[in-house]
């Protein structure tokens, strides 16, 4: 292993994953990231810290710890499933020109029926009426006081 190496992460038989800080990294500072990283120290073995709750996408947290304190500047050795720099990340995102949406969405307006110039669905006109509005000439104005 290198010298320069801050955090190690591997598999563990009983404890899930662990991961454990060099000498090159002062105790306090080795907790502090790792707790923040979701991992807890071991009681049986203070130098060693067991990821919480290992069931719950534990590989994938795992990597994440690793790529997170990588990104802080860190050294760390992982195992090769664990490090997500050797490990197969998802797949990229398919580039697509748009036409196949385009031509779907076409299809899709060709074959329904349009409102557009349907005025049978707008209903009857209802009829004139055959009185005049009646004009009220004794409301008051706006604005007037009596």
Known sequence: MDPRTHFVFRAHPEHGFVASATPSVSGHLAHWYLTR???????DAPE???LTEPDRDGARRT???VHD????G???DADVALDPAASPGPPPPLLRNGLLERRSRLARASAG???QHDTASAGPVPP????AP???LNAPAAGRSR
């Open 69 to 72: 304190l990588r990104r802080h």
């Open 37 to 43: 990283e979701q991992f807890e120290p071991v009681p």
């Open 128 to 131: 004139k009426p055959s009185y």
């Open 63 to 65: 990597r994440q710890a």
């Open 48 to 50: 060693l810290f067991r």
């Open 113 to 115: 029926r349009t409102t």
């Open 74 to 76: 860190f050294t760390v």
């Open 134 to 136: 009646t004009v009220h």
